[in-house]
Protein backbone atom coordinates (compact mmCIF):
# COMPACT_ATOMS: atom_id res chain seq x y z
CA UNK A 1 0.00 0.00 0.00
CA UNK A 2 0.94 2.93 -0.97
CA UNK A 3 2.46 5.62 1.95
CA UNK A 4 0.49 8.54 1.63
CA UNK A 5 2.28 10.57 3.91
CA UNK A 6 5.77 10.44 1.58
CA UNK A 7 3.70 11.04 -1.45
CA UNK A 8 2.47 13.94 0.19
CA UNK A 9 5.54 14.93 1.18
CA UNK A 10 7.21 14.29 -2.13
CA UNK A 11 4.45 16.62 -3.82
CA UNK A 12 4.84 19.53 -1.31
CA UNK A 13 7.57 22.42 -2.58
CA UNK A 14 10.79 23.41 -0.51
CA UNK A 15 9.13 25.82 1.72
CA UNK A 16 9.91 29.24 1.83
CA UNK A 17 11.52 30.53 4.37
CA UNK A 18 10.82 34.08 6.49
CA UNK A 19 7.48 34.29 4.79
CA UNK A 20 4.30 34.98 6.85
CA UNK A 21 1.83 33.47 3.94
CA UNK A 22 0.83 30.09 3.61
CA UNK A 23 1.32 29.13 -0.29
CA UNK A 24 -1.66 28.79 -1.99
CA UNK A 25 -2.47 25.74 -4.60
CA UNK A 26 -1.52 27.34 -7.90
CA UNK A 27 1.54 29.18 -6.38
CA UNK A 28 2.39 25.85 -4.60
CA UNK A 29 2.52 24.29 -7.92
CA UNK A 30 4.53 27.15 -9.31
CA UNK A 31 7.00 26.86 -6.37
CA UNK A 32 7.55 23.00 -7.21
CA UNK A 33 8.31 23.80 -10.91
CA UNK A 34 11.39 22.15 -11.89
CA UNK A 35 11.38 23.71 -15.25
CA UNK A 36 13.86 25.89 -15.76
CA UNK A 37 11.54 28.81 -16.77
CA UNK A 38 8.23 29.50 -15.42
CA UNK A 39 5.62 32.46 -15.65
CA UNK A 40 2.87 33.07 -12.96
CA UNK A 41 -0.27 34.90 -13.39
CA UNK A 42 -3.03 35.88 -15.62
CA UNK A 43 -5.86 37.71 -13.62
CA UNK A 44 -5.63 40.49 -11.01
CA UNK A 45 -5.38 39.36 -7.22
CA UNK A 46 -3.65 36.12 -7.71
CA UNK A 47 -1.09 36.18 -5.67
CA UNK A 48 2.09 36.95 -8.07
CA UNK A 49 4.19 39.06 -6.45
CA UNK A 50 4.03 36.94 -3.22
CA UNK A 51 4.84 33.96 -5.54
CA UNK A 52 7.87 35.68 -6.99
CA UNK A 53 8.50 36.18 -3.31
CA UNK A 54 8.15 32.72 -2.02
CA UNK A 55 10.13 31.14 -5.15
CA UNK A 56 13.19 34.03 -3.92
CA UNK A 57 13.20 32.85 -0.24
CA UNK A 58 12.83 28.49 -0.88
CA UNK A 59 16.51 28.64 -0.69
CA UNK A 60 17.69 31.19 1.18
CA UNK A 61 19.64 28.47 4.06
CA UNK A 62 21.84 27.74 1.49
CA UNK A 63 25.18 29.90 1.85
CA UNK A 64 26.13 31.64 -0.89
CA UNK A 65 22.80 31.67 -2.70
CA UNK A 66 22.19 34.60 -4.44
CA UNK A 67 18.79 35.47 -5.97
CA UNK A 68 17.52 38.82 -7.79
CA UNK A 69 14.27 39.91 -8.26
CA UNK A 70 13.17 42.80 -11.18
CA UNK A 71 10.47 45.88 -11.29
CA UNK A 72 10.76 47.54 -14.60
CA UNK A 73 11.84 50.98 -12.61
CA UNK A 74 12.89 51.84 -8.61
CA UNK A 75 9.41 53.62 -7.96
CA UNK A 76 7.93 50.43 -9.14
CA UNK A 77 9.96 48.21 -6.74
CA UNK A 78 9.55 50.36 -3.35
CA UNK A 79 5.97 51.53 -3.84
CA UNK A 80 3.87 50.75 -1.07
CA UNK A 81 2.32 47.16 -1.35
CA UNK A 82 4.59 46.84 -3.95
CA UNK A 83 7.25 43.96 -4.23
CA UNK A 84 10.44 45.47 -2.20
CA UNK A 85 7.65 46.93 0.35
CA UNK A 86 6.30 43.57 0.48
CA UNK A 87 9.40 41.89 1.29
CA UNK A 88 10.39 44.38 3.80
CA UNK A 89 7.07 43.60 5.52
CA UNK A 90 7.69 39.73 5.61
CA UNK A 91 10.88 40.16 7.27
CA UNK A 92 11.18 43.09 9.46
CA UNK A 93 10.51 40.83 12.58
CA UNK A 94 13.45 38.77 11.94
CA UNK A 95 16.58 40.87 13.29
CA UNK A 96 18.61 38.23 11.49
CA UNK A 97 17.94 39.31 8.27
CA UNK A 98 20.25 42.01 7.19
CA UNK A 99 19.47 44.42 5.13
CA UNK A 100 21.36 47.53 3.30
CA UNK A 101 18.95 50.47 1.83
CA UNK A 102 21.43 51.83 -0.36
CA UNK A 103 22.08 48.61 -2.29
CA UNK A 104 19.03 46.46 -2.09
CA UNK A 105 20.10 43.59 -0.82
CA UNK A 106 19.06 41.31 2.12
CA UNK A 107 21.64 39.41 3.78
CA UNK A 108 20.56 36.14 5.54
CA UNK A 109 22.21 34.21 8.59
CA UNK A 110 23.22 31.57 5.89
CA UNK A 111 25.41 33.98 4.22
CA UNK A 112 22.68 34.05 1.74
CA UNK A 113 21.20 37.20 -0.78
CA UNK A 114 18.28 38.17 -2.25
CA UNK A 115 19.00 41.53 -4.18
CA UNK A 116 16.37 43.64 -6.19
CA UNK A 117 16.73 45.70 -9.12
CA UNK A 118 15.47 47.34 -11.90
CA UNK A 119 15.92 47.63 -15.91
CA UNK A 120 14.33 50.72 -16.80
CA UNK A 121 17.31 52.20 -19.07
CA UNK A 122 18.34 50.40 -22.31
CA UNK A 123 21.76 49.69 -21.00
CA UNK A 124 20.77 48.44 -17.09
CA UNK A 125 21.57 45.05 -17.45
CA UNK A 126 24.89 45.75 -18.22
CA UNK A 127 25.16 46.19 -14.40
CA UNK A 128 24.68 42.66 -13.84
CA UNK A 129 27.13 41.53 -17.05
CA UNK A 130 29.72 40.27 -13.80
CA UNK A 131 26.90 38.90 -11.39
CA UNK A 132 25.99 35.32 -10.73
CA UNK A 133 22.57 34.33 -9.39
CA UNK A 134 20.29 30.89 -9.17
CA UNK A 135 17.17 32.61 -9.14
CA UNK A 136 16.18 35.93 -11.21
CA UNK A 137 12.45 36.59 -10.62
CA UNK A 138 10.79 39.61 -12.67
CA UNK A 139 7.83 41.12 -11.82
CA UNK A 140 4.95 42.85 -14.36
CA UNK A 141 7.42 40.69 -17.38
CA UNK A 142 5.20 42.26 -19.82
CA UNK A 143 6.26 45.69 -19.05
CA UNK A 144 10.59 44.55 -19.32
CA UNK A 145 12.28 43.98 -22.17
CA UNK A 146 12.70 40.82 -24.49
CA UNK A 147 16.45 41.68 -24.90
CA UNK A 148 16.95 42.49 -21.24
CA UNK A 149 15.12 39.13 -19.83
CA UNK A 150 17.03 36.93 -22.69
CA UNK A 151 20.45 38.46 -21.61
CA UNK A 152 19.96 37.78 -18.11
CA UNK A 153 19.61 33.77 -18.76
CA UNK A 154 23.67 34.37 -19.09
CA UNK A 155 23.78 35.21 -15.51
CA UNK A 156 22.36 31.93 -13.99
CA UNK A 157 25.04 29.75 -12.77
CA UNK A 158 26.14 27.37 -9.76
CA UNK A 159 29.27 25.36 -8.66
CA UNK A 160 30.17 22.27 -9.52
CA UNK A 161 30.29 20.99 -6.07
CA UNK A 162 28.88 21.98 -2.26
CA UNK A 163 25.45 22.47 -1.12
CA UNK A 164 25.01 25.76 -3.67
CA UNK A 165 25.55 22.66 -6.53
CA UNK A 166 22.38 21.03 -5.48
CA UNK A 167 20.33 24.69 -5.59
CA UNK A 168 18.46 24.42 -9.18
CA UNK A 169 18.38 27.63 -11.71
CA UNK A 170 15.59 29.34 -11.85
CA UNK A 171 14.04 32.15 -14.12
CA UNK A 172 10.70 32.85 -12.64
CA UNK A 173 8.46 35.69 -13.87
CA UNK A 174 4.96 37.07 -12.96
CA UNK A 175 2.53 39.47 -14.98
CA UNK A 176 -1.40 40.25 -15.96
CA UNK A 177 -1.92 39.85 -19.66
CA UNK A 178 -0.45 41.96 -22.29
CA UNK A 179 -0.48 41.61 -26.53
CA UNK A 180 3.22 41.75 -26.28
CA UNK A 181 6.89 39.31 -26.19
CA UNK A 182 5.76 37.19 -23.21
CA UNK A 183 2.35 36.17 -24.37
CA UNK A 184 4.18 34.87 -27.50
CA UNK A 185 7.27 33.45 -25.26
CA UNK A 186 4.57 31.53 -22.32
CA UNK A 187 1.27 31.20 -24.02
CA UNK A 188 1.74 30.98 -28.01
CA UNK A 189 4.60 28.93 -28.07
CA UNK A 190 5.42 27.24 -24.63
CA UNK A 191 4.96 23.77 -25.76
CA UNK A 192 7.76 24.69 -27.56
CA UNK A 193 10.09 23.93 -24.71
CA UNK A 194 10.35 21.37 -22.14
CA UNK A 195 11.98 23.95 -19.70
CA UNK A 196 9.30 26.59 -20.03
CA UNK A 197 6.02 26.33 -18.08
CA UNK A 198 3.41 28.83 -17.51
CA UNK A 199 1.15 28.43 -14.57
CA UNK A 200 -2.20 30.56 -14.84
CA UNK A 201 -3.61 32.28 -11.52
CA UNK A 202 -6.96 33.74 -10.55
CA UNK A 203 -8.83 35.78 -7.96
CA UNK A 204 -10.46 33.19 -6.54
CA UNK A 205 -6.90 31.55 -6.12
CA UNK A 206 -5.80 34.06 -3.96
CA UNK A 207 -7.37 33.30 0.20
CA UNK A 208 -6.10 36.51 1.04
CA UNK A 209 -8.19 39.01 -0.89
CA UNK A 210 -12.07 39.57 -0.99
CA UNK A 211 -13.28 38.75 -4.52
CA UNK A 212 -16.52 40.48 -4.09
CA UNK A 213 -15.07 43.87 -3.57
CA UNK A 214 -11.99 43.37 -6.23
CA UNK A 215 -14.22 42.29 -9.32
CA UNK A 216 -16.83 45.81 -8.14
CA UNK A 217 -13.45 47.69 -8.38
CA UNK A 218 -12.69 46.06 -11.44
CA UNK A 219 -15.86 47.01 -13.15
CA UNK A 220 -14.98 50.40 -13.25
CA UNK A 221 -12.09 50.32 -15.82
CA UNK A 222 -12.64 49.40 -19.75
CA UNK A 223 -13.84 46.14 -21.34
CA UNK A 224 -10.33 44.63 -22.58
CA UNK A 225 -8.32 45.75 -19.45
CA UNK A 226 -11.28 43.78 -16.99
CA UNK A 227 -11.22 41.27 -19.25
CA UNK A 228 -7.20 41.30 -19.16
CA UNK A 229 -7.04 40.92 -15.02
CA UNK A 230 -10.44 39.63 -14.04
CA UNK A 231 -10.25 36.37 -16.30
CA UNK A 232 -6.50 36.20 -17.33
CA UNK A 233 -7.35 36.67 -21.16
CA UNK A 234 -4.16 37.16 -23.07
CA UNK A 235 -5.50 37.16 -26.01
CA UNK A 236 -8.12 40.23 -25.38
CA UNK A 237 -7.39 43.68 -27.55
CA UNK A 238 -8.98 47.00 -27.88
CA UNK A 239 -11.38 46.77 -31.08
CA UNK A 240 -9.74 50.14 -32.07
CA UNK A 241 -6.10 48.60 -32.71
CA UNK A 242 -4.63 48.83 -35.85
CA UNK A 243 -1.52 46.18 -35.85
CA UNK A 244 -2.16 42.57 -35.18
CA UNK A 245 1.20 41.26 -33.98
CA UNK A 246 0.85 37.91 -36.03
CA UNK A 247 0.58 39.91 -39.52
CA UNK A 248 4.00 40.99 -39.55
CA UNK A 249 6.31 38.27 -41.41
CA UNK A 250 10.25 38.32 -40.55
CA UNK A 251 12.72 37.61 -42.82
CA UNK A 252 16.22 36.92 -42.63
CA UNK A 253 18.91 39.31 -43.43
CA UNK A 254 20.16 36.30 -46.12
CA UNK A 255 16.65 36.08 -48.09
CA UNK A 256 16.65 39.46 -48.73
CA UNK A 257 15.74 39.68 -52.45
CA UNK A 258 18.06 41.93 -55.16
CA UNK A 259 15.71 45.52 -55.64
CA UNK A 260 15.83 46.67 -58.89
CA UNK A 261 15.00 50.26 -58.19
CA UNK A 262 13.90 50.76 -54.39
CA UNK A 263 12.83 53.69 -52.88
CA UNK A 264 15.21 54.33 -49.27
CA UNK A 265 15.04 56.43 -46.53
CA UNK A 266 15.88 56.66 -43.02
CA UNK A 267 13.09 58.42 -41.09
CA UNK A 268 13.72 59.94 -37.71
CA UNK A 269 10.76 61.15 -35.06
CA UNK A 270 13.24 63.10 -32.78
CA UNK A 271 13.21 63.17 -28.05
CA UNK A 272 16.17 64.38 -26.19
CA UNK A 273 16.16 63.81 -22.96
CA UNK A 274 17.89 61.11 -20.97
CA UNK A 275 15.62 58.83 -18.19
CA UNK A 276 16.06 60.73 -14.86
CA UNK A 277 14.31 60.47 -11.65
CA UNK A 278 11.40 62.93 -12.69
CA UNK A 279 10.63 61.61 -16.32
CA UNK A 280 11.97 58.06 -15.77
CA UNK A 281 10.03 57.31 -18.69
CA UNK A 282 10.63 59.61 -21.79
CA UNK A 283 10.14 59.45 -25.34
CA UNK A 284 12.10 57.75 -27.56
CA UNK A 285 14.49 59.17 -30.57
CA UNK A 286 13.87 56.77 -33.40
CA UNK A 287 15.43 56.36 -36.84
CA UNK A 288 13.61 53.78 -39.29
CA UNK A 289 15.62 52.21 -42.29
CA UNK A 290 13.21 51.10 -44.96
CA UNK A 291 13.26 50.25 -48.66
CA UNK A 292 10.08 50.20 -51.07
CA UNK A 293 10.15 47.71 -53.74
CA UNK A 294 8.03 46.04 -56.01
CA UNK A 295 5.29 46.91 -53.51
CA UNK A 296 6.53 45.48 -50.66
CA UNK A 297 7.61 47.70 -47.58
CA UNK A 298 11.07 46.19 -46.04
CA UNK A 299 12.19 47.54 -42.69
CA UNK A 300 15.91 46.71 -42.32
CA UNK A 301 17.37 48.82 -39.44
CA UNK A 302 15.48 50.78 -35.94
CA UNK A 303 17.92 52.97 -34.20
CA UNK A 304 16.47 53.63 -30.61
CA UNK A 305 17.69 55.30 -28.01
CA UNK A 306 17.26 58.00 -24.68
CA UNK A 307 20.06 60.40 -25.03
CA UNK A 308 20.38 64.18 -25.01
CA UNK A 309 20.73 66.62 -27.90
CA UNK A 310 24.26 66.55 -29.02
CA UNK A 311 24.79 62.52 -28.36
CA UNK A 312 21.24 62.13 -30.72
CA UNK A 313 23.01 64.52 -33.45
CA UNK A 314 26.17 62.09 -33.31
CA UNK A 315 24.28 59.14 -33.74
CA UNK A 316 22.03 60.78 -36.70
CA UNK A 317 25.35 61.83 -38.38
CA UNK A 318 27.00 58.41 -37.56
CA UNK A 319 24.00 56.21 -38.77
CA UNK A 320 23.95 58.34 -42.36
CA UNK A 321 27.80 57.41 -42.72
CA UNK A 322 26.83 53.88 -42.27
CA UNK A 323 23.45 54.03 -44.67
CA UNK A 324 25.53 55.88 -47.16
CA UNK A 325 24.69 58.51 -49.45
CA UNK A 326 21.96 56.22 -51.85
CA UNK A 327 19.54 56.65 -48.67
CA UNK A 328 17.74 60.12 -48.45
CA UNK A 329 17.39 61.24 -44.16
CA UNK A 330 13.75 62.71 -43.66
CA UNK A 331 12.89 64.31 -39.98
CA UNK A 332 9.48 64.67 -38.51
CA UNK A 333 9.49 68.91 -37.74
CA UNK A 334 7.48 70.32 -35.06
CA UNK A 335 5.29 72.95 -35.42
CA UNK A 336 6.49 76.52 -35.06
CA UNK A 337 9.60 78.08 -35.94
CA UNK A 338 11.59 76.16 -33.47
CA UNK A 339 10.71 73.07 -35.43
CA UNK A 340 12.28 75.01 -38.88
CA UNK A 341 15.65 76.18 -36.72
CA UNK A 342 16.36 72.68 -35.68
CA UNK A 343 15.97 71.34 -39.30
CA UNK A 344 18.09 74.18 -40.40
CA UNK A 345 20.54 73.00 -37.11
CA UNK A 346 20.58 69.59 -38.84
CA UNK A 347 21.29 70.62 -42.67
CA UNK A 348 23.99 73.10 -41.89
CA UNK A 349 25.99 71.32 -39.24
CA UNK A 350 24.99 67.37 -38.68
CA UNK A 351 24.20 66.37 -41.94
CA UNK A 352 25.65 68.68 -44.74
CA UNK A 353 25.59 67.40 -48.12
CA UNK A 354 23.11 65.08 -47.37
CA UNK A 355 19.93 64.47 -49.36
CA UNK A 356 17.86 65.57 -46.16
CA UNK A 357 14.44 67.34 -45.57
CA UNK A 358 12.37 68.29 -42.46
CA UNK A 359 8.67 66.67 -42.96
CA UNK A 360 5.52 68.24 -41.31
CA UNK A 361 3.58 65.59 -39.56
CA UNK A 362 -0.14 66.34 -40.90
CA UNK A 363 -3.40 64.15 -39.17
CA UNK A 364 -3.05 62.82 -35.53
CA UNK A 365 -0.96 59.92 -34.53
CA UNK A 366 -3.03 56.88 -36.32
CA UNK A 367 -4.56 58.71 -39.39
CA UNK A 368 -0.57 58.73 -40.33
CA UNK A 369 -0.62 55.14 -39.05
CA UNK A 370 -3.08 53.67 -41.11
CA UNK A 371 -1.34 53.55 -44.68
CA UNK A 372 1.08 51.36 -42.94
CA UNK A 373 -0.91 49.45 -40.80
CA UNK A 374 -2.68 48.66 -44.05
CA UNK A 375 0.36 47.24 -45.61
CA UNK A 376 0.68 45.07 -43.06
CA UNK A 377 -2.61 43.68 -43.38
CA UNK A 378 -2.12 42.79 -47.02
CA UNK A 379 1.41 41.31 -45.76
CA UNK A 380 3.17 43.69 -47.99
CA UNK A 381 5.41 44.86 -45.27
CA UNK A 382 8.87 42.42 -43.86
CA UNK A 383 11.08 42.87 -41.08
CA UNK A 384 14.50 42.16 -41.25
CA UNK A 385 15.32 39.63 -38.43
CA UNK A 386 17.50 42.20 -35.92
CA UNK A 387 17.82 42.82 -32.03
CA UNK A 388 15.14 45.22 -32.30
CA UNK A 389 11.99 43.16 -34.06
CA UNK A 390 10.42 42.56 -29.93
CA UNK A 391 10.15 46.02 -28.76
CA UNK A 392 8.88 47.03 -32.06
CA UNK A 393 6.15 44.55 -32.67
CA UNK A 394 5.22 45.32 -28.67
CA UNK A 395 4.89 48.30 -29.40
CA UNK A 396 2.76 48.40 -32.74
CA UNK A 397 0.65 45.41 -30.69
CA UNK A 398 -0.95 48.21 -28.16
CA UNK A 399 -1.20 50.98 -30.52
CA UNK A 400 -3.01 53.26 -30.16
CA UNK A 401 -4.35 52.15 -27.15
CA UNK A 402 -0.87 51.42 -25.23
CA UNK A 403 -0.25 54.42 -22.65
CA UNK A 404 3.24 53.94 -22.84
CA UNK A 405 5.34 54.82 -26.20
CA UNK A 406 4.52 55.43 -30.11
CA UNK A 407 7.78 56.49 -31.54
CA UNK A 408 8.17 53.84 -33.28
CA UNK A 409 5.04 53.73 -35.01
CA UNK A 410 5.50 57.39 -35.78
CA UNK A 411 8.59 56.69 -37.50
CA UNK A 412 7.71 53.94 -39.31
CA UNK A 413 4.49 55.04 -40.59
CA UNK A 414 6.97 58.48 -41.83
CA UNK A 415 9.35 56.57 -43.14
CA UNK A 416 6.84 54.57 -45.30
CA UNK A 417 4.59 57.70 -46.85
CA UNK A 418 8.02 58.70 -47.79
CA UNK A 419 8.97 55.47 -49.39
CA UNK A 420 5.50 54.40 -51.12
CA UNK A 421 5.10 58.41 -52.48
CA UNK A 422 2.40 59.52 -49.55
CA UNK A 423 5.01 61.90 -48.20
CA UNK A 424 7.22 64.75 -49.80
CA UNK A 425 8.97 62.82 -52.41
CA UNK A 426 11.08 66.23 -53.39
CA UNK A 427 14.81 65.19 -53.71
CA UNK A 428 17.52 68.21 -52.48
CA UNK A 429 20.69 68.59 -50.88
CA UNK A 430 19.79 70.80 -47.75
CA UNK A 431 16.19 71.47 -48.32
CA UNK A 432 13.41 72.58 -45.58
CA UNK A 433 10.25 72.15 -45.95
CA UNK A 434 8.32 75.00 -44.57
Not at 188 to 213: C, K, M, Q, W
Request: hydrophobic share 40%.
Amino acid sequence: MADWTDIYDFLQPKPPLFCPEEPSLTQKAFLRSSHLEALFGGAAGGGKSSALLMAALQYVDIPDYSAILFRRTYADLSLPGALMDRFLSWVKEHDEVKWNGATYVATFPSGARITFGYLNNQNDYLRYKSSEFQFIGMDEVTEIREFDYRYLFSRLRKPNSGPLSEVPLRMRAASNPAPNWVRQRFITEAEESEDRVFVPSFLDDNPGIDPVSYRRALQEIDPVERQRLENGDWWAVTSGSLFDRESFIITEPTDLPDFTNPEWCRFWDLAATEPSHVNPDPDFTVGVLGAFDKGVFYIIDIQRVRKKGADIERLIAETAQMDGPHVPIRMEMEPGSSGKNLIDQYARYVLPGSDFLGVRATGDKTTRARPFAAAVANSNVRLVRGPWISDFLDEMATFPESAWHDDQVDATSGCFNEVAGLGHKQKGRISIIV
